[in-house]
């Protein structure tokens, strides 16, 4: 279970939608990888392997390290006219860069 994460009504619809369009046993990963203009980035995927380190709440999984860094994070979908994505609000982030995927702790 994923308590650590608030996921809004719109993410959870929107990743349902994208599910229900894959193979079945595939999952909406969340992870936080090394990398992106200000050090960290988001990344969302598609993966049909849970991982021993893995949280899983419903068709999303989350490996443990991202957790740490995720905790009292709100995901939310957008759609804007530049695009569509997921946005992740994050308030131990110290600052991020102009995309909202990258930031810094």
Known sequence: ?????N?????????NQLIAKKPSGTFFRIAVKGGGCSGFKYDFTFDNKIEDNDLKHG???IDNSSLEMLKGSEVDFSQELIGDSFKISNPKT??????GI???F
Request: glycine share 4%; aromatic share 8%.
């Open 94 to 99: 110290k600052s991020s860069c102009g995309c």
């Open 102 to 104: 990258s930031f810094s």
């Open 1 to 5: 279970m994923i308590k650590e994460i």
């Open 59 to 61: 068709n999303i999984v």
């Open 7 to 15: 996921f809004s009504k719109k993410a959870v619809e929107r990743i």
